[in-house]
């Protein structure tokens, strides 16, 4: 069974934290990409990879860092986090030949 | 940049009845697109998907309708079912062969 696996389902952090999200997929794809889900705004993307140490910004990528030291792990950085980053994140991956992104089962995170 | 949208954000539907949840795109140069279910507390899974050199695609009680004149993808559900209820994002990848654009969502009741 394929998996995408986000380490915690719960963040609680401080404005100014500097925060880590972390994913891991076990189906050696190549792409993977973060998400934030906000109510009416649906999914959009924050950064993705195509490759190990390759990345690419997404629509909102201001605030926000990735890391993509590994195949397998891909990490999403807040350097300061605000309450406006107060939010669902959502890991995916996919493998390059277009096909259907897998998904993590979320990160809410909440910035007091 | 390309968005997708949906026409309306909620539907109430009886159970036994066909669903129908509908996604404007705007992007004519997408090649592929995807139906997501979200359910509370979880990811997105992949419900369906059709290339563009498609019309129409069905799958277990659901059916993906496309049309590419108006930029319009529809999701059916037949004979609607207590677990259907969730929320319904429509994905389209655009011409960045490995990015997925999101809908906002459309939240399906089902009602017994």
């Known amino acids: 069974d394929v998996k995408v696996t986000q380490s915690s389902r719960y963040l609680v952090k401080r404005t100014g934290e500097k925060v880590f999200l972390e994913c891991v997929q076990d189906m050696d794809h190549e792409n993977m990409f973060w998400y934030r889900q906000d109510p009416g705004l649906g999914l959009r993307l924050i950064y993705f990879s195509y490759d190990v140490k390759m990345k690419e910004k997404g629509d909102i990528p201001e605030g926000y860092s990735v890391s993509r030291e590994k195949k397998e792990r891909f990490s999403l950085i807040l350097e300061s986090a605000s309450t406006n980053q107060t939010s669902m994140y959502l890991c995916?991956?996919?493998?390059?030949?277009?096909?259907?992104?897998?998904f993590g089962q979320g990160t809410r995170l909440t910035v007091v | 940049g390309e968005s997708v949208g949906l026409h309306l954000p909620t539907l109430s539907v009886q159970e036994g009845d066909n669903s129908i949840i509908n996604c404007a795109y705007s992007?004519?140069?997408?090649?592929?697109f995807i139906w997501y279910k979200q359910e509370s507390g979880k990811g997105p899974q992949f419900i369906i998907d059709?290339?563009?050199?498609?019309d129409k695609r069905q799958g277990q009680r659901v059916t993906v309708l496309l049309n590419k004149t108006v930029k319009h993808l529809s999701l059916q559900i037949a004979a609607t079912q207590p677990g259907d209820s969730a929320v319904y994002f429509c994905?389209?990848?655009?011409?960045?062969?490995?990015?997925?654009?999101f809908g906002s969502g459309t939240k399906l009741n089902v009602k017994p």
């Open positions: 994905a389209e990848m655009g011409d960045n062969f490995n990015k997925f654009y």
């Open positions: 059709i290339r563009s050199n498609m």
């Open positions: 992007n004519s140069a997408s090649d592929y």
């Open positions: 995916a991956s996919s493998p390059p030949w277009g096909t259907e992104a897998f």
